[in-house]
């Protein structure tokens, strides 16, 4: 029996367009960084993917959603957490070029835990 792979539950708060995107794949990958979208940034808390979700993308898009996923522990060891304007506001912020490494790193598949709009 294969030892169990130590994970990380995070979220990601997308619009109506990423997350077809992410449909697009079975629910297991994030879609690649558009240009001028250096990092890809996961965040640690439900409560803060909300935020974002319902502040930021129901304006822009007219829907927000909040996605949640296991990470193998392993990868993210190599990142470190970055505080983005408050101590509840914690993400991690993964350069664009690692994504396809980081999407490789996901246990199962995305949910889609909550939507606004």
Known sequence: MAPEIATV????????????????????????RLPGQPIFYPVLSEAYAVKIARDWN???SGKGYVTRFLIAKT???????????????????IPADDLEAFNDAIIGQIEIVAEFG
Do not use: N, S
């Open 75 to 93: 990868f993210l060891d190599r990142y470190r957490v970055q505080e983005a304007g408050g101590r509840d506001h914690l993400e991690y912020w």
């Open 58 to 60: 129901v304006p822009a």
């Open 9 to 32: 539950c995070l979220w990601r708060p997308v619009g109506p367009k990423e997350l077809d995107l992410i449909r697009q794949t079975g629910m297991r990958t994030f879609p690649p």
